[in-house]
């Protein structure tokens, strides 16, 4: 029998789905492949500061995961640790193998061929995506291990690991356009796939404005609101690739062409 193709995301916090891996959901969907998201927080800042009112941001998520047409998903249940990586319940302050289990488990219950989360520098250096991205690697290895985790399930072997990034030449183009805070980048010969996600851009757009209280209280992502930057910045995804342990070849240099799913096998 087959093994399913299909691709599980990883993020953070309700907005990060669509802002990162927004087009390539909506990809995979528009080709038959499952899909699946993981958000592991619920977006309520753990200290009890937020702007959002209880239960906002997890509607906003399900409604922005419905355009996108994400079969399955599901909120971890930790509190965002804010920028200063802190707050009891919080996914930082939450022991890192409980993290790990809860992913173990989404894992081998979805069997995805595929899975991407952040880079190591969690996009822009928020520490819960320091820990998601820390957290995805110990678990896409440990659920491929039947000794690790035995109550999560059967064990699975991801064949890929996928890191959304920001290449250095956005960087360079947005710094050109006079942003004063240049993120943190990835040489562009490192980057395995830039996939072209224009043609899912409107629907990415629909699930990126789903999360209505990010733009009511100024958050970055108004910014896309401009067309030209919003086709800049979101009308590509940039990656990483990591072979997991179900890689036909683990280690082999892989070739990116325009036709390419991240769920596709290596080769």
Same mark, same amino acid.
């Given at each position: 029998?087959?093994?399913?193709?299909?691709?599980?995301?990883?993020?953070?916090?309700?907005?990060?789905?669509?802002?990162?891996?927004?087009?390539?959901? =909506?990809?995979?969907?528009?080709?038959?492949?499952?899909?699946?998201?993981?958000?592991?927080?619920?977006?309520?800042?753990?200290?009890?500061?937020?702007?959002?009112?209880?239960?906002?941001?997890?509607?906003?998520?399900?409604?922005?995961?419905? =355009?996108?047409?994400?079969?399955?998903?599901?909120?971890?249940?930790?509190?965002?640790?804010?920028?200063?990586?802190?707050?009891?319940?919080?996914?930082?302050?939450?022991?890192?193998?409980?993290?790990?289990?809860?992913?173990?488990?989404?894992?081998?219950?979805?069997?995805?061929?595929?899975?991407?989360?952040?880079?190591?520098?969690?996009?822009?250096?928020?520490?819960?995506?320091?820990?998601?991205?820390?957290?995805?690697?110990?678990?896409?290895?440990?659920? =491929?291990?039947?000794?690790?985790?035995?109550?999560?399930?059967?064990?699975?072997?991801?064949?890929?690991?996928?890191?959304?990034?920001?290449?250095?030449?956005?960087?360079?183009?947005?710094?050109?356009?006079?942003?004063?805070?240049?993120?943190?980048?990835?040489?562009?010969?490192?980057?395995?796939?830039?996939?072209?996600?224009?043609?899912?851009?409107?629907?990415?757009?629909?699930?990126?404005?789903?999360?209505?209280?990010?733009?009511?209280?100024?958050?970055?992502?108004?910014?896309?609101?401009?067309?030209?930057?919003?086709?800049?910045?979101?009308?590509?995804?940039?990656?990483?690739?990591?072979?997991?342990?179900?890689? =036909?070849?683990?280690?082999?240099?892989?070739?990116?062409?325009?036709?390419?799913?991240?769920?596709?096998?290596?080769?």
């Amino acid at each position: 029998m087959d093994r399913p193709r299909g691709l599980m995301a990883v993020h953070a916090h309700p907005d990060d789905e669509s802002l990162w891996t927004g087009g390539v959901l =909506a990809q995979h969907v528009a080709e038959g492949r499952r899909t699946a998201v993981v958000t592991c927080t619920d977006g309520e800042f753990a200290d009890g500061t937020s702007f959002a009112g209880p239960g906002i941001r997890a509607k906003e998520l399900a409604q922005a995961l419905a =355009a996108l047409g994400v079969d399955e998903s599901g909120i971890l249940p930790y509190g965002d640790s804010g920028h200063l990586g802190r707050g009891r319940g919080s996914l930082c302050e939450a022991p890192f193998d409980d993290l790990v289990a809860d992913l173990v488990a989404r894992i081998r219950s979805f069997r995805p061929s595929a899975v991407a989360t952040y880079d190591a520098n969690g996009m822009y250096g928020h520490p819960d995506h320091v820990r998601v991205h820390r957290a995805v690697l110990v678990a896409v290895e440990a659920a =491929a291990c039947a000794h690790q985790w035995p109550e999560a399930g059967a064990a699975w072997e991801v064949e890929s690991l996928w890191l959304a990034t920001v290449p250095e030449s956005l960087v360079h183009t947005l710094t050109g356009l006079g942003l004063e805070s240049p993120l943190p980048s990835t040489p562009d010969a490192r980057i395995a796939a830039a996939v072209d996600v224009r043609p899912w851009l409107d629907v990415k757009w629909e699930a990126v404005r789903a999360h209505v209280s990010e733009f009511a209280r100024g958050a970055r992502i108004a910014a896309f609101e401009e067309p030209q930057l919003r086709e800049l910045c979101l009308g590509t995804e940039w990656f990483l690739h990591r072979p997991g342990p179900g890689a =036909a070849r683990p280690g082999a240099a892989d070739t990116w062409g325009p036709r390419r799913l991240l769920a596709d096998p290596a080769g």
